[in-house]
């Protein structure tokens, strides 16, 4: 989605030097920002101008982990550690910023609307949680009457739900701005309209180009969604990331009548209800297209009938950055010591662990094995030869 950027400390001089740049100031190149900056790294944030592929103003908002990590347990617990950590991330970035990022965390629900979709979300988590050390993660399959006691709201065609406490959301436009208030009152630099062109390795050194000249960094963090898939082979990184189009619809502000977050309807803390959301494989087209925005307005409309009295106010489309196994990149390079690459498609609900684990070990140098082996790039490699 083409978005607005931040305001940028770039009236000044900009210092050409820096400990890291980070290329790519989405969500996750800002928390990175903010925790490298926060642990005493001089930082440089480059990133696109208004109109750029950017994700992290057109996502849904959620702190998600129920159904995330079939295939890659650890990933369970990536999440899971994330969203322990989001409430003091979120009390951190306000006592700092002043910016409250609403996360709240009561539980979420993933609605159903027939027999065949409870039995086949049953059985997803049923195997999700049957791999090894995931025996912990609690979750529900919850039938009508059980859910009704919860959300009062739902109509008669709601079949049931699975629920799990662990998931949240939060107000995402409201954290892109703390982060990117933050990392700048931590003393990062952040240089919109700065695209990197080129990005070279010599003397220990990255040489970034832009079309404002050159930046000069001891580190590099590639955290630039679906452009990562270009910039990973200029410092020997295999980056394959693609685009996954989603389209979301939101209605008019309404009094509060949904507590919980659902996995496609959420009523935000401003009272707007989100309606999402769409899993294209459309290329790089980021349009809106109404036989896709018709299908979400008829299912939501099916779980909460009082959507039909509201009028829909927005509907856009955005870009997830998508590995072919769903799972995320984070690498450091062999080639290139020093340059590092983090990639997602949840990059709200993994924000707390961006801010405060990644950006910790790259301020120190490594990604530890034992935690970011599992998420290295060269997994595509086996599963490619097998
Ligand atoms: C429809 C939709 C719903 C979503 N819902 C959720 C959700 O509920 N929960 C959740 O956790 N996540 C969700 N996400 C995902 C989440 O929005 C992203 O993971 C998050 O925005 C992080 O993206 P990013 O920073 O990697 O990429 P982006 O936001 O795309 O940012 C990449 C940045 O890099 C810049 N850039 C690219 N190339 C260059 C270059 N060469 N030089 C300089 N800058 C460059 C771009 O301009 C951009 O600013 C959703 C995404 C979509 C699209």
Redesign the pocket.
Known sequence: ?AGS?HAANSDKAVPREFDVAV????????ALAWGLARAGQRVAV???GDV?????????????VQSKGLGMPQYAHWSARSADAWSGFADTLKAQTGIDVSYERPGGFHLVLSQREYDTRKSLLERLYAQPGLDGFDYAMLDHAEVKRRIPHIGPEVVGASYSTRDG?CN?LRLFRALNAGMQQHGATYLSD????RLDYAGREFRLGTKHGEIRAGKVVL?????NA??GPMVGLHVPVRPQ????IVTEKTAPFLRYPVATVRQTDEGGVML??SQEEAGFDPTVGTPVIAVLADRALRMFPQLGSLNIVRTW?????MTQDGFPIYEQSASCPGAFVA????????AANHALVVAPCIAQGALPRDTFGVFSARRFDVQAAA
Do not use: K, P
Request: proline share 0%.
């Open positions: 989605m950027t290329i790519g100031g989405g969500l996750v190149g800002s480059l990133d696109e750029a592929y950017r994700a992290s103003r057109g996502n849904f908002a959620l702190v998600w959301h995402s700065h695209i990197v062109e955290a630039a969604g679906i452009g270009r910039l189009r989603g389209q979301l999402g959301d489309a955005a870009l997830r950055v990639t997602c498609h949840s990059g709200v609900t993994l």
